[in-house]
C-alpha cells in the first residue's frame, strides 16, 4: 500500500487506478483517510492538494473518531464503548459464537478469536443496537410519560425502532415512535425529538402552528435542530 506524508495529518493511504478520474480525499468512518489519484499528478501536485485540504480532513477526521467511539464502528479487540448505561468491552473468545456477560453496568462481548475485522464490525453493531434497544426501554419511556404529563399532551403508544429515515414519528392516532439510535445523542437532544414528535400529536404537519408548539416547550428547539444535523441515524 502507498502512503504520503502530509504535515500535520500524518500518513494518507493513496489509491492509484486506471478507473479514477478524479483527485479526491475522503475520509470514513472504521476506515480512516486516503486519497484517490488519477492519472498524470504528479507527487508534488498530490501534497498541494492534500496541504490544501488539512482543515477539512483534520476537522472531518475528528468528527469520525466521535461517531467510531459513539458506535463502536472500526472497533478492536480490547476496546471499551460508552454508552447512556454501560460499558461495553470487546474482548476474545475460544468460543465458535459470539456472546456477552453483563455484570452491573459492564458489558463483555466475547467475539470467537481468529474473526477478521469486519466479522467482529458486523457483531459489534448488532451487540451495539441491543444496547441501544434496551437502554430506550429502561430511559425514555418514563421521559415520555413526564413531558406529556407537563406540557398537557396525550399519547396512545410509545415504541421503538431501528429505523434510518427519522429519529422519531407520531402517526395519525398519536403513536409516537422513536428511533434506538437516539441513544447516541446527547440528552438535550433526545428530550427535543420527545417534545417534537409530542407536539405532533396536537399538529400533525411542520406549519407555523407546528413550529409555535414545539417554541413553547422547548425555546431552545432552533439550536438543537441544528445540532442535530451533525448526527445522523445509522450505525
Ligand atoms: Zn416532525
Known amino acids: 500500500m502507498e502512503f504520503v506524508d502530509v504535515e500535520g495529518v500524518g500518513k494518507v493511504k493513496v489509491r492509484r487506478?486506471?478507473?479514477i478520474r478524479f483527485l479526491t480525499v475522503r475520509v470514513a468512518a472504521g476506515k480512516g483517510v486516503w486519497v484517490t489519484v488519477p492519472r498524470g499528478v504528479s507527487k508534488r501536485q498530490l501534497r498541494d492538494f492534500?496541504?490544501?485540504?488539512?482543515?477539512w480532513i483534520l476537522q472531518t477526521g475528528e468528527q469520525m473518531k466521535q461517531y467510531e467511539r459513539e458506535t463502536g464502528l472500526g472497533i478492536k479487540i480490547g476496546a471499551e464503548i460508552?454508552?447512556?448505561?454501560?460499558?461495553?468491552?470487546?474482548?476474545?473468545?475460544?468460543?465458535?459464537?459470539?456472546a456477552y456477560r453483563i455484570e452491573g453496568k459492564y458489558i463483555t462481548l466475547w467475539v470467537p478469536r481468529g474473526i477478521n475485522l469486519s466479522g467482529v464490525e458486523e457483531i459489534v453493531?448488532?451487540?451495539v443496537l441491543e444496547i441501544y434497544r434496551l437502554e430506550c426501554r429502561r430511559l425514555?419511556?418514563?421521559r415520555v410519560r413526564l413531558f406529556a404529563e407537563k406540557y398537557g399532551f396525550t399519547y396512545?403508544?410509545?415504541?421503538?425502532?431501528?429505523?434510518?429515515?427519522n429519529w422519531g414519528s407520531c402517526s395519525q392516532d398519536d403513536h409516537i415512535c422513536l428511533n434506538i439510535k437516539l441513544?447516541?445523542?446527547p440528552?438535550?437532544?433526545i428530550d427535543y425529538v420527545i417534545l417534537h414528535e409530542l407536539c405532533h400529536t396536537l399538529e400533525k404537519n411542520h406549519s407555523a402552528a407546528f413550529w409555535a408548539l414545539v417554541k413553547k416547550v422547548c425555546p431552545d428547539y432552533a439550536a438543537y435542530r441544528k445540532a442535530l444535523r451533525a448526527y445522523n441515524t445509522r450505525l
Open 82 to 98: 460508552k454508552t447512556k448505561l454501560h460499558v461495553l468491552k470487546i474482548a476474545e473468545s475460544e468460543g465458535e459464537k459470539p
Open 187 to 189: 440528552d438535550e437532544l
Open 183 to 185: 441513544m447516541k445523542l
Open 125 to 127: 453493531k448488532k451487540f
Open 156 to 165: 396512545t403508544r410509545l415504541s421503538f425502532r431501528n429505523n434510518v429515515s
Open 50 to 55: 492534500l496541504v490544501e485540504k488539512r482543515d
Open 17 to 19: 487506478g486506471a478507473h
Open 140 to 142: 425514555l419511556p418514563e
